[in-house]
């Protein structure tokens, strides 16, 4: 088709060209001759031949080229079907390969049946001969000894039964008695090797804390104008400040550490600062909770430290932390816990087990006791609550949950951390029963006001004698408040043991504020 149209352009384009030719020499020189037609209309066929020519020239070319491409292309086809007819081939021998033996298994496992089958008669045939012989040679033993194969089985039994359990007896109290004197003597040692190796510093925690004040006159402005700094102060911290004829000196006391402790900052920053007054108490107050919380973060940490672990969940560093502020039986619990770390990896590295697990589970042992009121039940069962939530092993959870025996020990570590922890409790003037058991029973009482609904915050005062308990304004009205505290010493009536009697107050508090522009 391309050489068609070609060809077809060159014969206009030749005689178009004539045709202007003759147009122009016919207007140039009129009286042209026919020799010049004739000299010119051979000159445009000899032009047309030409063009011709090479169209022809140029058609043959792309033909060629085609009729190469187009016998490339089929001898690749014919490659590609016969590598796919190889292929298919093969395929058909595989399979043909396969079929056979799978027909020559077939065949195998036949004759394989068929021999079992013989086998399994012939099985059958020699059992029931051995069991007719058996009958009569037990029926000729029976009748040649007197007894019956029932009664000889028994006699026999007892007699091995007797010898047996007599040397099992003495052999079971040899191996216990030399056990026991091993393990003994073993315990021993590696308790004495903890106790020597590891000697820690203790000092009993007390109740009241004394705050050291410049002057008597600062100690006036503490209290306020008919003390209403003092019971702000109180109303914040939930402590109790004692106000004596000591000069230069106020006595904070409070059953909860923290608590205590962010009083005593609290007055601290107060004396420094100067300018005191409830809104200012309340601002400090604050200030100092976030300054302990540092605090309690930063012990924890160093106490993670200490012990060489790694990797401590931080709100389990926090929790670690807040024990630097609690005690148990008077004993300070972050440093009985750091205790209990260092013995049970000293024990453990004698037993030749895992001093990193140790000392970890040792360490978080008590975990459950640095959370809030919040949190119901055992401190075992929580602190292992709480440290399989932020990721620690099953084995450490186990021990924490263990430690006190409320659950089965179930491994060497479990039982290590028990005994590390009694090592610990065990050691002379680590503990006091009395100030232990006084604090549970403030502990109880604020518990039980904290049940009843719209109270906000409760704090047991003057020794356990006074409970003051702050309600919120917008679910407890003026009557409610009366009502509640019926109820409350109803509760603690009912729920609680005491000496004498304790007062309930109930603080119902209605703040309104605007700004002056």
Same mark, same amino acid.
């Given at each position: 088709?391309?050489?068609?149209?070609?060809?077809?352009?060159?014969?206009?384009?030749?005689?178009?060209?004539?045709?202007?030719?003759?147009?122009?020499?016919?207007?140039?020189?009129?009286?042209?001759?026919?020799?010049?037609?004739?000299?010119?209309?051979?000159?445009?066929?000899?032009?047309?031949?030409?063009?011709?020519?090479?169209?022809?020239?140029?058609?043959?070319?792309?033909?060629?080229?085609?009729?190469?491409?187009?016998?490339?292309?089929?001898?690749?086809?014919?490659?590609?079907?016969?590598?796919?007819?190889?292929?298919?081939?093969?395929?058909?021998?595989?399979?043909?390969?396969?079929?056979?033996?799978?027909?020559?298994?077939?065949?195998?496992?036949?004759?394989?049946?068929?021999?079992?089958?013989?086998? =399994?008669?012939?099985? #059958? !045939?020699?059992?029931?001969? &051995?069991? +007719? /012989?058996? $009958? %009569?040679?037990?029926? @000729?033993?029976?009748?040649?000894?007197?007894?019956?194969?029932?009664?000889?089985? =028994?006699?026999?039994? #007892? !007699?091995?039964?007797?010898? &047996?359990? +007599? /040397?099992? $007896? %003495?052999?079971?109290? @040899?191996?216990?008695?030399?056990?026991?004197?091993?393990?003994?003597?073993?315990?021993?040692?590696?308790?004495?090797?903890?106790?020597?190796?590891?000697?820690?510093?203790?000092?009993?925690?007390?109740?009241?804390?004394?705050?050291?004040?410049?002057?008597?006159?600062?100690?006036?402005?503490?209290?306020?104008?008919?003390?209403?700094?003092?019971?702000?102060?109180?109303?914040?911290?939930?402590?109790?400040?004692?106000?004596?004829?000591?000069?230069?000196?106020?006595?904070?006391?409070?059953?909860?550490?923290?608590?205590?402790?962010?009083?005593?900052?609290?007055?601290?920053?107060?004396?420094?600062?100067?300018?005191?007054?409830?809104?200012?108490?309340?601002?400090?107050?604050?200030?100092?909770?976030?300054?302990?919380?540092?605090?309690?973060?930063?012990?924890?940490?160093?106490?993670?430290?200490?012990?060489?672990?790694?990797?401590?969940?931080?709100?389990?560093?926090?929790?670690?932390?807040?024990?630097?502020?609690?005690?148990?039986?008077?004993?300070?619990?972050?440093?009985?816990?750091?205790?209990?770390?260092?013995?049970?990896?000293?024990?453990?590295?004698?037993?030749?087990?895992?001093?990193?697990?140790?000392?970890?589970?040792?360490?978080?042992?008590?975990?459950?006791?640095?959370?809030?009121?919040?949190?119901?039940?055992?401190?075992?069962?929580?602190?292992?609550?709480?440290?399989?939530?932020?990721?620690?092993?099953?084995?450490?959870?186990?021990?924490?949950?263990?430690?006190?025996?409320?659950?089965?020990?179930?491994?060497?570590?479990?039982?290590?951390?028990?005994?590390?922890?009694?090592?610990?409790?065990?050691?002379?003037?680590?503990?006091?029963?009395?100030?232990?058991?006084?604090?549970?029973?403030?502990?109880?009482?604020?518990?039980?006001?904290?049940?009843?609904?719209?109270?906000?915050?409760?704090?047991?005062?003057?020794?356990?004698?006074?409970?003051?308990?702050?309600?919120?304004?917008?679910?407890?009205?003026?009557?409610?408040?009366?009502?509640?505290?019926?109820?409350?010493?109803?509760?603690?009536?009912?729920?609680?043991?005491?000496?004498?009697?304790?007062?309930?107050?109930?603080?119902?508090?209605?703040?309104?504020?605007?700004?002056?522009?």
């Amino acid at each position: 088709m391309n050489i068609v149209i070609l060809i077809a352009v060159a014969i206009v384009g030749a005689g178009l060209g004539w045709w202007l030719g003759r147009k122009g020499a016919t207007a140039a020189a009129p009286a042209a001759t026919d020799e010049s037609i004739a000299k010119l209309r051979s000159a445009a066929e000899a032009e047309a031949a030409e063009i011709r020519r090479s169209a022809e020239l140029a058609g043959q070319e792309l033909a060629a080229k085609r009729k190469t491409e187009l016998d490339d292309e089929l001898r690749q086809r014919k490659g590609e079907l016969a590598k796919r007819e190889e292929a298919l081939g093969q395929r058909e021998r595989d399979l043909e390969r396969q079929r056979k033996d799978h027909e020559r298994r077939a065949g195998d496992l036949d004759k394989r049946e068929r021999s079992a089958e013989g086998k =399994a008669k012939q099985v #059958d !045939a020699a059992l029931e001969k &051995a069991e +007719a /012989a058996q $009958a %009569a040679a037990k029926a @000729r033993l029976e009748e040649v000894a007197g007894l019956s194969a029932d009664a000889a089985r =028994a006699r026999l039994e #007892d !007699a091995v039964r007797g010898q &047996a359990q +007599a /040397a099992a $007896a %003495a052999e079971i109290k @040899r191996i216990t008695d030399e056990a026991e004197r091993e393990s003994q003597a073993r315990a021993k040692t590696i308790i004495a090797t903890a106790i020597q190796r590891y000697a820690s510093e203790f000092v009993h925690e007390r109740t009241v804390a004394v705050v050291t004040l410049p002057s008597d006159d600062m100690k006036g402005r503490l209290i306020g104008r008919e003390g209403r700094n003092i019971r702000a102060l109180e109303a914040a911290t939930g402590i109790d400040v004692i106000i004596d004829d000591t000069t230069e000196a106020l006595t904070i006391s409070c059953f909860n550490p923290v608590r205590r402790e962010i009083a005593r900052l609290a007055i601290g920053a107060l004396v420094a600062d100067g300018r005191i007054h409830p809104t200012r108490i309340e601002e400090v107050v604050r200030k100092a909770e976030k300054d302990v919380d540092k605090v309690c973060r930063e012990a924890g940490e160093q106490a993670v430290f200490d012990l060489g672990l790694h990797r401590v969940h931080p709100e389990l560093v926090r929790l670690l932390g807040q024990l630097k502020l609690r005690s148990s039986y008077a004993q300070n619990l972050l440093a009985h816990s750091v205790e209990v770390g260092y013995l049970a990896g000293i024990m453990a590295a004698e037993l030749g087990q895992n001093v990193k697990l140790a000392r970890r589970a040792g360490l978080l042992h008590d975990i459950g006791k640095g959370v809030d009121h919040e949190h119901e039940g055992d401190h075992a069962d929580i602190g292992a609550q709480l440290a399989r939530k932020h990721g620690e092993s099953p084995k450490v959870c186990q021990a924490i949950a263990a430690h006190h025996g409320t659950v089965p020990a179930t491994s060497v570590l479990d039982h290590l951390v028990a005994a590390a922890n009694e090592l610990s409790a065990a050691r002379p003037g680590a503990r006091r029963e009395a100030l232990a058991s006084y604090i549970k029973r403030l502990e109880d009482v604020e518990a039980i006001c904290r049940r009843f609904t719209g109270v906000g915050k409760a704090f047991a005062l003057q020794a356990g004698r006074e409970v003051r308990v702050m309600v919120q304004s917008d679910q407890v009205d003026d009557a409610g408040a009366v009502v509640m505290s019926r109820e409350l010493a109803r509760a603690i009536e009912s729920e609680s043991s005491y000496p004498g009697a304790v007062r309930v107050v109930v603080v119902r508090e209605t703040r309104a504020s605007d700004y002056a522009r």
